[in-house]
Antibody, heavy 129, light 111 residues
Framework: EVQLLESGGGLVQPGGSLRLSCAASGFTFSSYAMSWVRQAPGKGLEWVSAISGSGGSTYYADSVKGRFTISRDNSKNTLYLQMNSLRAEDTAVYYC??????????????????????WGQGTLVTVSS | NFMLTQPHSVSESPGKTVTISCTRSSGSIASNYVQWYQQRPGSSPTTVIYEDNQRPSGVPDRFSGSIDSSSNSASLTISGLKTEDEADYYCQSYDSSIYWVFGGGTKLTVL
């Protein structure tokens, strides 16, 4: 059974930093790209960042580029999101999500649908003074 | 770059059929697959449709997806509505230049 378990959320002051973790199990972690998707209170879903299975390629939404860094440790089956220079508008539940295999596009030797097939339960990040 | 636009809310009665649209602002809707996610209050999203019209195992066949090039939109249709279908629904697509894009979400009320 695929499980994704996020941790590391909490209350942080504007300008502060936080590192989120996502522990994965139930699948060959290194074979799949992973993403972080966030949801501000009462708002919709927003893709934040993605990383290839090997960790060699990373992608960011314009809203977080230069402030957030995605990484992974395939030996620990864990995905990370280092968030620096946090702003009030970064307040959200952060989900890690596994890229769904499919025929939409291929990258790093794997092919994906373009969507996500498993999501974690989310971790809340609140940026406030 | 493109955006995906969904109606803010839709409502229908139990047993009826409802369709939620997702309109792509530029470029062809057929250029990239569309996924649909269901999110019940307090829960994480789950996939109900992937690659335009494919249903994951475990999703009832009351859920179907389609695309319409004439309106440049994707649609999620739910037939035989049940109260448990009440949720937020999001369309999503991937593009190699702007990566992963979500629609704004549609709140489905089954009344």
């Amino acid at each position: 059974e695929v499980q994704l378990l996020e941790s590391g959320g909490g209350l942080v002051q504007p300008g502060g930093s936080l590192r989120l973790s996502c522990a994965a199990s139930g699948f060959t972690f290194s074979s799949y790209a992973m993403s972080w998707v966030r949801q501000a209170p009462g708002k919709g879903l927003e893709w934040v960042s993605a990383i290839s299975g090997s960790g060699g390629s990373t992608y960011y939404a314009d809203s977080v580029k230069g402030r957030f860094t995605i990484s992974r440790d395939n030996s620990k089956n864990t995905l990370y999101l280092q968030m620096n220079s946090l702003r009030a508008e970064d307040t959200a539940v952060y989900y890690c999500a596994k890229a769904a295999p499919g025929v939409g596009y291929c990258s790093g030797g794997s092919c994906y649908s373009g969507g996500f097939d498993y999501w974690g339960q989310g971790t809340l990040v609140t940026v406030s003074s | 770059n493109f955006m995906l636009t969904q109606p803010h809310s839709v409502s229908e009665s139990p047993g009826k059929t409802v369709t939620i649209s997702c309109t792509r602002s530029s470029g062809s809707i057929a250029s990239n697959y569309v996924q649909w996610y269901q999110q019940r209050p307090g829960s994480s999203p789950t996939t109900v449709i992937y690659e335009d019209n494919q249903r994951p195992s475990g999703v009832p066949d009351r859920f179907s997806g389609s695309i319409d090039s004439s309106s440049n939109s994707a649609s999620l249709t739910i037939s035989g509505l049940k109260t448990e279908d009440e949720a937020d629904y999001y369309c999503q697509s991937y593009d190699s230049s702007i990566y992963w894009v979500f629609g704004g979400g549609t709140k489905l009320t089954v009344l």
